[in-house]
């Protein structure tokens, strides 16, 4: 069992990803991973761009370098797997000890010649097994490329849609630039207008005080004038009183002193 696991695990390393069979002048590409020459020369031609089927790495030239040590060891692969497949080749019929020759398509099963004839398979389909290998690994070969094609556009979608969300952020930051920058200068011409407005009305309000205040000052000064001829008078017709009541003036005239008093 250990020698046939450490086959199968050499195989998997000599087995090309692309075509899913033994490596034909394989190479190498810059990433380290290894096809067939014819491999990835036809998947360049098909997909119009050189990248890997395996890691995505595009690359600027196709640079192949020829893996000599790789090629001598899927020979060895091929002639340990030749070797064993010949020892296990002649397996047989558990019931009727004859060699499995037949591929059942119904079953999905391996019989031999008896077994076709028998009544469990007597309405089934039959391939012989190397036909059926072929035509399961065309199949199989069909849904790689199938699902390797729709990954790549997948990817592709993947790609366009990132440039777009980059996109929309990028026109979404440029405009909220643009909007913070109309609105700061919004608020720098309204603030000028505003202090242009307050400068104006104290202007406006220190000039119409200031002849409010002088035309107040007008009056108080008449205000003062009167008030001092007011008083001036008084104490002329207080002394005029006090010198005709020492005098003793005539009633006629201390009439007219009170009246004018």
């Given at each position: 069992?250990?020698?046939?696991a450490q086959?199968?695990?050499?195989?998997?390393?000599?087995?090309?990803?692309?075509?899913l069979?033994?490596?034909?002048?394989?190479?190498?590409?810059?990433?380290g991973?290894?096809?067939?020459r014819?491999?990835?020369?036809r998947?360049?031609?098909?997909?119009?761009?050189?990248?890997?089927?395996e890691?995505?790495?595009?690359?600027?030239?196709?640079?192949?370098r020829?893996?000599?040590?790789l090629?001598?060891?899927?020979?060895?692969v091929?002639?340990?797997?030749?070797?064993?497949?010949g020892?296990?080749?002649k397996?047989?019929?558990?019931?009727?000890?004859?060699e499995?020759?037949l591929?059942?398509e119904?079953d999905?099963?391996?019989?031999?010649?008896?077994c076709?004839?028998?009544?469990?398979?007597?309405?089934h389909r039959?391939?012989p097994?190397?036909?059926a290998?072929?035509?399961?690994?065309d199949?199989?070969?069909?849904?790689?490329?199938?699902?390797t094609?729709?990954?790549?556009?997948?990817?592709?979608?993947?790609?366009?849609q990132?440039?777009?969300i980059?996109?929309?952020r990028?026109?979404?930051?440029?405009?909220?630039?643009?909007i913070?920058?109309?609105f700061?200068?919004?608020?720098?011409?309204?603030?000028?207008?505003?202090?242009?407005?307050l400068?104006?009305?104290r202007?406006?309000e220190?000039?119409?005080?200031?002849?409010?205040?002088?035309?107040?000052?007008?009056?108080?000064e008449?205000?003062?004038?009167?008030?001092?001829?007011i008083?001036?008078?008084?104490?002329?017709?207080?002394?005029?009183?006090?010198?005709?009541?020492?005098?003793?003036g005539?009633?006629s005239e201390?009439?007219?002193?009170h009246?004018?008093?």
């Amino acid at each position: 069992m250990a020698s046939k696991a450490q086959a199968e695990s050499l195989t998997e390393e000599v087995i090309c990803s692309i075509c899913l069979d033994f490596f034909a002048d394989p190479v190498s590409l810059e990433c380290g991973h290894n096809f067939c020459r014819s491999c990835i020369t036809r998947y360049w031609e098909r997909e119009e761009r050189n990248s890997c089927p395996e890691c995505r790495e595009e690359f600027a030239d196709r640079t192949l370098r020829a893996s000599r040590a790789l090629a001598n060891l899927t020979q060895k692969v091929r002639n340990l797997n030749l070797n064993r497949e010949g020892k296990e080749s002649k397996r047989h019929c558990e019931e009727h000890e004859e060699e499995l020759k037949l591929f059942c398509e119904t079953d999905k099963t391996l019989i031999c010649v008896i077994c076709a004839v028998a009544e469990e398979h007597r309405e089934h389909r039959f391939r012989p097994i190397k036909e059926a290998v072929n035509i399961y690994k065309d199949q199989l070969k069909s849904s790689l490329d199938s699902l390797t094609k729709k990954n790549l556009d997948f990817q592709e979608k993947e790609q366009q849609q990132k440039e777009k969300i980059s996109g929309v952020r990028e026109q979404s930051h440029s405009l909220q630039f643009h909007i913070t920058s109309q609105f700061a200068e919004l608020r720098q011409i309204i603030t000028e207008k505003e202090q242009s407005l307050l400068r104006d009305l104290r202007e406006e309000e220190k000039r119409i005080l200031d002849t409010m205040e002088k035309i107040l000052q007008e009056i108080q000064e008449n205000i003062r004038i009167i008030q001092k001829e007011i008083t001036k008078l008084k104490e002329q017709m207080d002394k005029k009183r006090q010198c005709d009541v020492s005098q003793g003036g005539s009633s006629s005239e201390q009439e007219v002193g009170h009246a004018l008093y």
